[in-house]
Structures are given as structure tokens and as C-alpha cells.
């Protein structure tokens, strides 16, 4: 068995709420805490812990993570008693690492606890060979979703999404390709289906 892969999103959550879910906490660790609640890193004992956007995690938040990495053991918030874990640690960023180590943003000790084997996943943009594949993969996923019978893409669309930057990466190609297949009119995804600023680049390509 493999056990359980447990995600969380650390830029989506405050610091306080963030280290509650992380670590759990005990009935009466604050005002509103009814029950005991197990925390993320319980709830992934035995298995996997992605640590998403990890470079938006307060410094302080990063401290008692590194805290666990090392002992490999934490307390709930409001708890005395200490509570053992066998977690393997996946950490992703998207964050400058270098500027972010240099403006304490990033604990340095941090990452080279987390730095094992790192995998480098270059932005969308410098990915021009996947943008098709990865186009139709979505197209597929989102023709199967709103059952519609789709045949494929003009030349003229994909040629506008390799031209664009992707500043968003892989889910905002998901989120232009889902739009298309909601909006278009055929069996076919158009240029006209594609969001605004997409159109635009791919008509400025074609100019």
C-alpha cells in the first residue's frame, strides 16, 4: 500500500487557519475548536503530504515545519501530548527560489531540508511541444463533462495558444480550453472560442 496523498494549498489559507490544518488542534484550543480535529499530517501518516505554493508559507509556519521534518514528530495546537508521524514530503513553488532565500521570504534551511530530489517543471510557455497534447487531453476531459461531441482544433486556435505566454501555466490552459468548449458553436474548437487575450496574441501572430 502506498497510503494516503493528502494536498494543501498554503497560499490559500491564513497563517493561523494554515498551522490548524496542518497540525490539527484539540477541543479548546480556541473559541471555536467544539472537537479535537486531526490535521493534515495525521491524515497523512503512512503516505504523502503535498505542500502546494509552500513559498507563500509564513516564516514562522516554516519554522515549526522544519521542526517536524527533523523529529519527525508534532503537537496539535492546544495540545501537550506529542504525536509521532512517518510522512513523505512533497514541496512545490512557483517563487524565485534564490530571490526568495535572499529576502528571508523562504527559510534556507527549509529548502535544503526539503531539497532531496528536486524536479524543475519549466513554465508552459517554454513547453511549445506540449501545448497540443496537452490541449486535446482538456478538450477530451471537458467534451466528456458537458457531453459534447468534439473533433478537433482549428489550425488557427492552436496556433494562437502556442503564441500566448501563459502566465497562468498548465491550469489556465485547462480554463481557456474548458471556455472554448462551452462557448464554441461546432465539432471543432475555432479561434473565435478562445478567451480575449488569446485571440488577441494569436491574431497578432498572424499579422
Not at 501530548?81 to 513553488?93: C, E, Q, W
Not at 511541444?129 to 468534439?150: P, Q
Not at 490552459?173 to 496574441?201: C, K, S
Request: glycine share 8%; net charge negative.
Amino acid at each position: 500500500s502506498y497510503g494516503p496523498y493528502v494536498r494543501i494549498n498554503c497560499a490559500a489559507l491564513p497563517s493561523t487557519l494554515l498551522e490548524s490544518e496542518l497540525f490539527g488542534y484539540e477541543k479548546g484550543a480556541f473559541t471555536d475548536a467544539k472537537q479535537d480535529k486531526p490535521g493534515q499530517f495525521a491524515l497523512a501518516a503512512g503516505g504523502t503530504l503535498l505542500l502546494d505554493e509552500i513559498g507563500e508559507m509564513p516564516p514562522l509556519l516554516q519554522a515549526k515545519l522544519l521542526h517536524v521534518l527533523q523529529d519527525q514528530q508534532f503537537s496539535r495546537l492546544g495540545g501537550r501530548s506529542v504525536i509521532k508521524v512517518d510522512v513523505r514530503i512533497l514541496a512545490a513553488t512557483n517563487i524565485n527560489i534564490a530571490e526568495a532565500i535572499a529576502s528571508k521570504r523562504l527559510r534556507e534551511d527549509l529548502y535544503y531540508r526539503l531539497k532531496v530530489i528536486p524536479i524543475v517543471c519549466p513554465p508552459l510557455r517554454e513547453r511549445w511541444d506540449d501545448i497540443e497534447e496537452l490541449s486535446y487531453h482538456f478538450m477530451r476531459k471537458a467534451g466528456v463533462a458537458s457531453g459534447r461531441e468534439l473533433h478537433g482544433m482549428s489550425a488557427e486556435a492552436l496556433d494562437a495558444l502556442r503564441a500566448y505566454r501563459w502566465p497562468g501555466n498548465v491550469p489556465q490552459l485547462e480554463l481557456a480550453i474548458e471556455r472554448a468548449i462551452v462557448l464554441g458553436e461546432t465539432h471543432h474548437v475555432e479561434l473565435q472560442d478562445l478567451p480575449p487575450e488569446i485571440l488577441q496574441t494569436g491574431e497578432e501572430a498572424a499579422t
